[in-house]
């Protein structure tokens, strides 16, 4: 269980240090430069669609007459007369 936790303590350190490597999240002191308490700063995300034109392939069906193997099982009893 302990081995568990300090996994998973040791990711969220190495997403924060990715995240600040990459620019995602900065870190920056307050001020007035006396305290030692980060804020953090985390960078905009917009997402949204827009409209263009894209080449779609189209797929269709046709009918056509063809042999298809049957199987036919013959379990040698008479079949009922009604």
Not at 17 to 29: H, K, S, V, Y
Not at 43 to 71: C, E, I, M, R
């Amino acid at each position: 269980m302990l081995r568990a936790i300090l996994i998973i303590l040791a990711l969220v350190i190495l997403v924060l240090i990715g995240m600040t490597a990459t620019g995602w999240l900065t870190w920056f002191q307050s001020p007035n430069g006396q305290t030692t308490t980060l804020q953090p700063k985390v960078n905009d995300l917009d997402v949204g669609t827009t409209t263009a034109n894209v080449q779609v392939p189209t797929v269709g069906t046709t009918t056509k007459q063809v042999d298809v193997p049957t199987v036919t099982v013959d379990n040698g009893a008479q079949p009922s007369a009604q």
